[in-house]
């Protein structure tokens, strides 16, 4: 390089673009000024947001103690009510719901048992039917625009029904398809009703409250799911067939000994059908009541950032037992369909082949085998 050629490049500073073009030039790039008008970049909600939340969640929930504090239950506000006792008493629901409205109020009883038999609308009834409601108003509005060409909600719709068909098939084998309405029934309705009750005002005033938290509710959803399941039982296999897995008198046969045992076995299996439907529903009934019941102590006695995070532990219980339900009578509708002498039930022998269907070529197949 000459002196002529390096002498452009003496003085310059860093930062500066060099440019191998000889008729090129070169400058420093300078910033660009912000454009007058810009959105401001919003800075994330950090740690310092949430302990002012949290601060402030707990002012409020002083504030609401002092300027609202509980009274006992039944009486007036402004009453002086003890701590704990008090504050438990006043938020706990006792097991038979509030009447509504009462058809025969002077036939009504006393005081209401668990399970009655009364000509009325309970508040758990009441929140069943807006549930329903709300529930068929969802499934029209998802599904009353149905194209060849689908949107992003009738995707979202065919994706989770085609989810939870694969789920039954998973569980149930390819037969649990046909049957997958019922399940997916179930859960919605199950699910919903849960869910209800931890959204206000349903549990916090007489009228409303959550379905599932009402034995009444659940032995009837536990009875549709037995007349459902041992009706398709009867329905598939027929009358003989169906009473013939808990009386299996062709066992006879066998010898007399195998006969009684089989006897005695199919007594135990027709007992135990009639314990699914006490099981079904005294296990969501529990569930759903007392974690209730729990949610509602924990209000009364803590501050509110604790029930919060109980409210979403409870919130996926019930989504838990929702799916425990559905799943269960989909499993027993399942069982009820299946022979008592069911080819899937049939031991295999070595290398995957049945019993009844010998392998070519084998001691027990007489059919001459090609060369």
Request: glycine share 10%; net charge neutral; with cysteine.
């Amino acid at each position: 390089m000459t002196d002529d050629d390096a002498a452009p490049l003496k003085g310059r500073r860093s930062g500066a673009s060099v440019t191998s073009d000889p008729g090129g030039t070169s400058a420093t790039t300078p910033e660009e000024p912000p454009v007058a008008g810009a959105t401001p970049v919003r800075k994330r909600f950090g740690l310092r947001g949430f302990l002012l939340l949290f601060v402030a969640v707990i002012a409020l929930d002083v504030l609401a103690a002092v300027l609202v504090p509980p009274f006992p239950k039944g009486g007036q506000p402004g009453q002086a009510c003890d701590y704990p006792a008090c504050f438990i008493n006043s938020v706990i629901e006792f097991p038979p719901p509030a009447v509504v409205f009462d058809f025969l109020p002077a036939s009504a009883p006393a005081v209401a048992p668990m399970v009655y038999f009364h000509p009325s609308i309970s508040s758990t009834i009441l929140t069943m039917w807006i549930v329903m409601a709300l529930i068929l108003l969802l499934a029209f509005l998802a599904t009353r625009r149905m194209k060849q060409k689908p949107g992003r909600v009738q995707n979202a719709v065919e994706w989770a029904y085609e989810f939870g068909s694969d789920f039954a098939v998973g569980i149930g084998g390819e037969r649990a398809r046909r049957y997958y309405p019922i399940f997916a029934a179930f859960f919605l309705f199950i699910l919903f009703s849960n869910w209800s009750g931890l959204v206000p005002p349903v549990g916090k005033i007489e009228q409303l409250r959550a379905p599932t938290s009402d034995v009444n509710i659940t032995i009837g959803l536990a009875l549709t799911s037995f007349v459902l399941f041992q009706g398709e039982g009867f329905r598939r296999l027929g009358v003989r067939g169906y009473l013939g897995k808990f009386f299996p008198i062709g066992e006879f046969r066998h010898g007399l000994g195998a006969g009684i045992l089989a006897m005695y076995v199919g007594i135990i299996e027709l007992f135990l059908e009639f314990v699914k439907p006490v099981t079904l529903s005294m296990r969501l009934f529990g569930n759903i009541y007392g974690g209730e019941v729990a949610l509602a102590v924990i209000s009364a006695l803590t501050l509110a950032i604790v029930p919060v995070a109980l409210l979403g532990l409870e919130a996926l219980l019930n989504l838990i037992q929702a799916l425990i339900f559905s799943v269960l009578t989909l499993m027993f509708i399942l069982l009820a369909v299946e022979g008592h002498e069911s080819e899937e039930h049939r031991p295999a022998a070595a290398g995957g082949v049945s019993a009844d269907h010998p392998a070519p070529g084998s001691a027990d197949n007489h059919q001459p085998v090609a060369a």
